[in-house]
């Protein structure tokens, strides 16, 4: 039993120094990625329910590299949080996502998914100011998407700083809502001009009734905030008038599109406006 014991720690501590590696590697491709010019933006439509047409796209970030592929968003943003590597590599997606939505037509907004860890990079307010600046985007037309592990900080400085990002013009988003430690008291914190509606949610509400309770209480408390919602993950058409019914205000998902190059959006938006 002894030596089964001793060999099975020599497999674990083999396997968690492969791990270690692995991500030392990761950490060190990371590093280099900007430099290398190895990201991409990718861009995912929002369909605007009440003028049935697309009104948003949703800026989601790609890593080419040419030895690993196309890695995942879900694979290097964690370790690009855990470095600090993500504050560079957001203030370029801040970047490239307004220089592209400068160039739409001026109804269309940009979506901006921004890490907690952005906020505890001071001057944030006035990199964003100097961003939309330099871009000539209308800060109207910029959504920044939080996630609510930011509002657990629960500190007065993210208040403030959401409030300074308000007043530049720019809109605030809750991503992910009804995830992780959602509480009804982080609505009421600061007044997000909308709420995304987890996939999780959406992806149930053909096959059980509670998730559709669940969505039509979300919804119903966003109206009585006065909130826009959108629904994530979108696949089915069978999902389109349930989510017209419970009063949602935009619809995101693959029914509508994969996210996709920029160069792809002109072709979509004039798809779009014929749905
Ligand atoms: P998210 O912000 O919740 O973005 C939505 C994710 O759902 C995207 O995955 C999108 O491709 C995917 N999606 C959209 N519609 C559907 C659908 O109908 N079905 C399914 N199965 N999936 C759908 P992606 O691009 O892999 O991004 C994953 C996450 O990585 C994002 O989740 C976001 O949290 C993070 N992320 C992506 N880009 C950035 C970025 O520029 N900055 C930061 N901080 N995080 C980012
Ligand atoms: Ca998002
Ligand atoms: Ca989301
Ligand atoms: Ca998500």
């Not at 047409?53 to 196309?70: D, I, K």
């Not at 693959?254 to 014929?274: E, K």
Request: glycine letters at 6%; proline letters at 5%; one cysteine or more.
């Amino acid at each position: 039993a002894k030596t089964a014991g001793r060999s099975r720690f020599r497999r674990f501590t083999r396997d968690l120094d492969r791990e270690i590696r692995a991500r030392r590697s990761m950490e060190l491709d990371l590093h280099d990625a900007l430099a290398d010019g190895e990201f991409a933006l990718h861009f995912q439509p929002l369909f605007d329910l009440s003028r049935n047409c697309f009104s948003a796209f949703e800026a989601l970030l790609r890593w080419n590299h040419p030895r690993r592929g196309q890695v995942l968003p879900a694979e290097f943003i964690p370790v690009a949080e855990e470095t600090g590597l993500i504050i560079p590599i957001g203030e370029w997606v801040l970047r490239e996502a307004c220089r592209h939505a400068a160039t739409w037509p001026e109804d269309i907004r940009v979506a901006v998914n921004f890490s907690t860890v952005q906020f505890s990079s001071p001057g944030l307010v006035g990199q964003v100011a100097q961003t939309l600046a330099a871009s000539g985007l209308d800060p109207n037309r910029l959504e920044i998407e939080i996630t609510e592990s930011l509002l657990l900080e629960s500190s007065d400085s993210i208040r403030d700083i959401l409030l300074g990002l308000k007043a530049l013009g720019v809109r605030i988003a809750l991503d992910d809502f009804g995830t992780g430690f959602s509480s009804l008291s982080f609505l009421r914190k600061f007044p997000f001009d909308k709420i995304k509606i987890d996939r999780s949610f959406i992806i149930e509400l053909l096959r059980e009734d509670e998730a559709g309770a669940v969505v039509r209480a979300i919804t119903d408390l966003a109206t009585a905030l006065k909130m826009e919602t959108t629904a994530e993950g979108v696949e089915e058409s069978g999902q389109v008038e349930a989510l017209r019914a419970f009063g949602c205000t935009t619809l995101q998902g693959y029914l509508f599109s994969r996210p996709v190059p920029p160069a792809d959006i002109p072709a979509l938006l004039a798809r779009g406006r014929s749905i």
